[in-house]
């Protein structure tokens, strides 16, 4: 393997490291004992071997084989790294054998000199400069912020950095070339603006590049290097740590732009977490800094399922939360562009409580006039914080409320609606000091995911049908519920373009965040794999691309403006729908 964590975690078996200080019972498809991590009077520690992971389901710490040496034995990943390495009797490179004071020297100076050529070719390529000028990046902006350019090439960067003396084994170790099947290194990064990204000591560790055509991925960012782990990292600290330092408040956005609009508008506590979603580790960092973080992010439906998540993350971890509510269409960078400094600073400072920002989300998205609006209304009322704060919000909908026109007697039905939605779904348990994860319990993610939904991700996971499970589990479209999008997405940004060989203990770790690959684990062992067949995956695919099907309906019917116009849209997608009676082959089903 090419990663010696990969070949550490093949060798190990975590029941054995584990078992090797916990006593552990044979319990279905995992293991069970007292957990070492706080005073267990019954056994809610849980190990899989399949999966090579332990959970606790009483105090909530989790994680792997190396998690497990850095907990018990209170030492950073190297050391760990190194200590599972002697124990598996693999024989580390030198990047992974701990980074000495020359090496590191070494790797910054590479890092520079990458960081100097990039400077060094933005102004000689006028289409990057047209697309910074288009941003509104002055070269004041482009010199406090670092920025350039990679060239289009693919041999510029290396040629210089072999012309300088570095290694390009090493870097490589630091993301900024790559090596072709005959062994040749090439460029990293081609055709891209390029955002240095520094840590909170003022370190430069890593960089991203933005594409500036329209093809994918838009974003390419270092990925875990001898200096950088990006779950520990926050875009913009270097920046933003004396205004954090002052106001205590930093306000997290999205992406590298909307970090230095924000800064731009004079809000300087902005930074941004690096990837798709946040990280446990960059909210702990949060945590250190400041005591409330305002969420500015994107007004469409992926930002607000983003900001749903961070802000229940960092409230997690006892920070105070307020979301901002842009306007429609707009992010911070767009946002300062179209209306000034003054919107974005006013957008900060109206940012709403986690619950009063889901409740105006809903509001944008559907009007109490719509059928579907108050099943979602119930559901976010049941997590009023407070009894105040659902008698404000119930009074406030009572007027609109369905078939009764008594003010009095419309909020008591919508308080009783509120009160059977909490008695049907089981709240979870509240989190202790060391739960920090911002997603729903797994089990509570589970739960959400419908039975065919369940059945592709276990086909998935299944190396029998691996390979039929991941002709689906690529399209998260295909997904309805916010549980079974969250995962595919992952799997797919994990593994794509093919999907991963061997145990899910060998690949689980590539699944971002963490708590999907307990969710993964879950899913595991629920039993499933035992009915698995051709003809269980097939049916599964058919409810979901009917389900798919039906939902396009759902929407262009409301967009439609006539009967005639909605008779026709439904003849249309009716014709998508797949035929249950005539089942091709699983490869043609999609």
Same mark, same amino acid.
Request: hydrophobic share 40%; glycine share 6%.
């Given at each position: 393997?090419?990663?010696?964590?990969?070949?550490?975690?093949?060798?190990?078996?975590?029941?054995?490291?584990?078992?090797?200080?916990?006593?552990?019972?044979?319990?279905?498809?995992?293991?069970?004992?007292?957990?070492?991590?706080?005073?267990?009077?019954?056994?809610?520690?849980?190990?899989?071997?399949?999966?090579?992971?332990?959970?606790?389901?009483?105090?909530?710490?989790?994680?792997?084989?190396?998690?497990?040496?850095?907990?018990?034995?209170?030492?950073?990943?190297?050391?760990?790294?190194?200590?599972?390495?002697?124990?598996?009797?693999?024989?580390?490179?030198?990047?992974?054998?701990?980074?000495?004071?020359?090496?590191?020297?070494?790797?910054?100076?590479?890092?520079?000199?990458?960081?100097?050529?990039?400077?060094?070719?933005?102004?000689?390529?006028?289409?990057?400069?047209?697309?910074?000028?288009?941003?509104?990046?002055?070269?004041?902006?482009?010199?406090?912020?670092?920025?350039?350019?990679?060239?289009?090439?693919?041999?510029?960067?290396?040629?210089?950095?072999?012309?300088?003396?570095?290694?390009?084994?090493?870097?490589?170790?630091?993301?900024?070339?790559?090596?072709?099947?005959?062994?040749?290194?090439?460029?990293?990064?081609?055709?891209?603006?390029?955002?240095?990204?520094?840590?909170?000591?003022?370190?430069?560790?890593?960089?991203?590049?933005?594409?500036?055509?329209?093809?994918?991925?838009?974003?390419?960012?270092?990925?875990?290097?001898?200096?950088?782990?990006?779950?520990?990292?926050?875009?913009?600290?270097?920046?933003?740590?004396?205004?954090?330092?002052?106001?205590?408040?930093?306000?997290?956005?999205?992406?590298?732009?909307?970090?230095?609009?924000?800064?731009?508008?004079?809000?300087?506590?902005?930074?941004?977490?690096?990837?798709?979603?946040?990280?446990?580790?960059?909210?702990?960092?949060?945590?250190?800094?400041?005591?409330?973080?305002?969420?500015?992010?994107?007004?469409?439906?992926?930002?607000?399922?983003?900001?749903?998540?961070?802000?229940?993350?960092?409230?997690?971890?006892?920070?105070?939360?307020?979301?901002?509510?842009?306007?429609?269409?707009?992010?911070?960078?767009?946002?300062?562009?179209?209306?000034?400094?003054?919107?974005?600073?006013?957008?900060?400072?109206?940012?709403?409580? /986690?619950?009063?920002?889901?409740?105006?989300?809903?509001?944008?998205?559907?009007?109490?006039?719509?059928?579907?609006?108050?099943?979602?209304?119930?559901?976010?009322?049941?997590?009023?914080?407070?009894?105040?704060?659902?008698?404000?919000?119930?009074?406030?909908?009572?007027?609109?409320?369905?078939?009764?026109?008594?003010?009095?007697?419309?909020?008591?039905?919508?308080?009783?609606?509120?009160?059977?939605?909490?008695?049907?779904?089981?709240?979870?348990? /509240?989190?202790?000091?060391?739960?920090?994860?911002?997603?729903?319990?797994?089990?509570?993610?589970?739960?959400?995911?419908?039975?065919?939904?369940?059945?592709?991700?276990?086909?998935?996971?299944?190396?029998?049908?691996?390979?039929?499970?991941?002709?689906?589990?690529?399209?998260?479209?295909?997904?309805?519920?916010?549980?079974?999008?969250?995962?595919?997405?992952?799997?797919?940004?994990?593994?794509?373009?093919?999907?991963?060989?061997?145990?899910?203990?060998?690949?689980?770790?590539?699944?971002?965040?963490?708590?999907?690959?307990?969710?993964?684990?879950?899913?595991?062992?629920?039993?499933?794999?035992?009915?698995?067949?051709?003809?269980?995956?097939?049916?599964?695919?058919?409810?979901?691309?009917?389900?798919?099907?039906?939902?396009?309906?759902?929407?262009?019917?409301?967009?439609?403006?006539?009967?005639?116009?909605?008779?026709?849209?439904?003849?249309?997608?009716?014709?998508?729908? /797949?035929?249950?009676?005539?089942? /091709?082959?699983?490869?043609?089903?999609?």
């Amino acid at each position: 393997m090419s990663d010696e964590r990969d070949e550490i975690r093949a060798r190990i078996d975590i029941v054995e490291l584990v078992g090797a200080s916990v006593r552990l019972d044979k319990k279905g498809k995992s293991y069970s004992g007292l957990c070492p991590f706080h005073a267990d009077k019954k056994p809610s520690f849980h190990v899989t071997q399949e999966t090579g992971r332990y959970i606790c389901w009483s105090c909530g710490e989790k994680g792997d084989i190396f998690t497990w040496v850095m907990k018990t034995q209170n030492v950073e990943f190297p050391e760990a790294l190194r200590f599972l390495a002697k124990m598996a009797g693999v024989t580390l490179s030198d990047r992974n054998r701990g980074i000495d004071t020359s090496s590191r020297e070494l790797y910054e100076a590479a890092m520079s000199e990458a960081q100097s050529f990039f400077r060094e070719q933005l102004p000689q390529s006028e289409v990057a400069t047209a697309y910074c000028t288009r941003r509104g990046l002055t070269s004041e902006v482009l010199t406090e912020w670092g920025i350039g350019y990679a060239p289009e090439g693919g041999q510029a960067l290396t040629a210089r950095l072999k012309r300088k003396g570095f290694s390009l084994a090493d870097c490589k170790s630091l993301f900024l070339v790559d090596q072709d099947a005959g062994g040749g290194f090439y460029d990293k990064f081609r055709g891209r603006i390029m955002f240095p990204i520094w840590n909170e000591k003022g370190e430069l560790v890593a960089f991203g590049g933005r594409v500036l055509g329209a093809s994918d991925p838009k974003y390419i960012n270092s990925s875990d290097t001898p200096l950088y782990r990006k779950s520990r990292v926050l875009y913009g600290m270097n920046h933003a740590k004396k205004h954090l330092q002052k106001s205590r408040r930093a306000v997290l956005v999205e992406g590298y732009l909307d970090v230095i609009a924000c800064h731009r508008a004079g809000v300087g506590s902005a930074l941004a977490s690096l990837g798709t979603m946040m990280s446990d580790e960059q909210a702990k960092l949060l945590k250190r800094w400041v005591d409330e973080v305002v969420v500015l992010y994107d007004s469409d439906s992926a930002g607000q399922k983003a900001a749903d998540r961070a802000s229940s993350m960092l409230v997690a971890e006892g920070l105070k939360v307020r979301v901002a509510l842009m306007p429609e269409g707009l992010d911070p960078d767009t946002l300062l562009a179209t209306l000034g400094p003054a919107a974005v600073q006013e957008a900060v400072e109206k940012g709403l409580s /986690p619950f009063e920002y889901r409740l105006q989300a809903l509001d944008r998205k559907l009007t109490p006039a719509e059928e579907d609006y108050w099943p979602q209304a119930v559901a976010i009322l049941s997590e009023a914080p407070s009894a105040l704060e659902l008698e404000k919000h119930t009074f406030r909908l009572a007027n609109q409320y369905p078939g009764i026109r008594d003010v009095v007697r419309a909020q008591k039905a919508l308080v009783q609606d509120v009160n059977r939605f909490r008695a049907n779904h089981v709240a979870p348990k /509240p989190r202790t000091e060391q739960q920090s994860s911002g997603t729903l319990p797994r089990a509570s993610l589970k739960r959400k995911m419908t039975a065919p939904e369940i059945i592709l991700f276990r086909a998935f996971v299944d190396e029998t049908y691996r390979s039929k499970g991941w002709l689906f589990v690529a399209h998260p479209e295909l997904f309805s519920s916010d549980a079974a999008v969250q995962l595919a997405t992952a799997m797919k940004l994990a593994f794509s373009p093919e999907p991963p060989g061997g145990p899910p203990s060998q690949w689980i770790h590539r699944i971002e965040p963490e708590d999907l690959q307990s969710l993964v684990e879950d899913i595991l062992n629920d039993g499933r794999g035992d009915l698995l067949s051709e003809e269980l995956i097939s049916d599964a695919v058919l409810k979901l691309k009917d389900l798919m099907v039906q939902r396009d309906i759902d929407v262009a019917m409301k967009a439609a403006d006539s009967a005639s116009d909605r008779l026709k849209i439904l003849n249309q997608l009716k014709e998508k729908k /797949p035929d249950k009676h005539k089942k /091709p082959p699983i490869d043609g089903l999609f």
